[in-house]
């Protein structure tokens, strides 16, 4: 039991470039999230997903999109990254929200670098 | 949006003295948890607490719900309970953070 993956965990990327980051999860989670983690700013919700097939607009969308083929996976895409991209990246995945069962689990981040 | 405030921002304590970290919010939510991010990154879930009390070990947490506001104590702190202590509330199927209170417990 794995709980949350994501890869890559470590990426340098040049302005301009696109690249995909995964999340992977083995609990049967119906919510997934993706935030990021910026010094002093705390974790910033990107986009996240209620289900398999949906995604929705978090605090900070703009410059990424992102796809819930599976239920078990949830990717995030930079089209053309920007040094203002570079931050720390946050997969979590939880049952629900609305009460017990809703905790939230975490990956161990992904850190992007944009030059 | 809902605003998600916590205090104080930074503490140090001498190992083994207690604590209080307060969590504010402006609105009525659905759910609360606070997580730990150890100084490795690595964010932990301590507590789903949407209101009442729960203890586990050296810590626990209370959620007021009608007053919009949480507290995690940690008691007989540690070194290892040095981090980043982080609220989060969920209102419209979104889980928002609060900005953290970093934690440094010496030995």
């Known amino acids: 039991n794995a709980g949350v993956t994501q890869t890559p965990k470590f990426r340098v990327l040049k302005t301009g470039q696109s690249m995909t980051l995964l999340c992977a999860q083995d609990?049967?989670?119906?919510?997934m999230y993706w935030y990021r983690q910026d010094p002093g700013m705390g974790l910033r919700l990107i986009h996240y997903?209620?289900?398999?097939?949906?995604?929705a607009k978090g605090e900070v969308p703009d410059g990424y999109n992102v796809s819930r083929l599976k239920k078990q996976n949830f990717l995030l895409g930079l089209e053309s990254a920007a040094p203002s991209q570079t931050s720390v990246y946050f997969c979590?995945?939880?049952?629900?929200?609305?009460?017990?069962?809703?905790?939230?689990?975490f990956g161990e981040g992904s850190r992007l670098t944009v030059l | 949006g809902i605003q998600v405030e916590q205090s104080p921002p930074d503490l140090i304590l001498q190992e083994g003295a207690n604590s209080t970290l307060r969590c504010n919010f402006s609105?009525?939510?659905?759910?609360l948890q606070w997580f730990h991010q150890n100084p490795w990154g690595q964010l932990i879930n301590l507590f789903y607490?949407?209101?009442g009390t729960k203890q586990n070990g050296r810590l626990s947490a209370t959620t007021v719900a009608t007053e919009r506001y949480s507290l995690l104590y940690i008691s007989s702190s540690q070194t290892t309970d040095s981090g980043v202590y982080f609220c989060?509330?969920?209102?419209?199927?979104?889980?928002?953070f609060g900005q953290g209170t970093t934690l440094q417990v010496k030995p």
């Open positions: 607490i949407p209101s």
């Open positions: 979590a995945s939880s049952y629900w929200t609305g009460g017990p069962g809703g905790e939230l689990f």
């Open positions: 997903s209620v289900g398999e097939g949906t995604t």
């Open positions: 609105d009525s939510v659905n759910n």
């Open positions: 609990m049967n989670h119906e919510y």
């Open positions: 989060a509330v969920v209102k419209g199927g979104k889980l928002i």
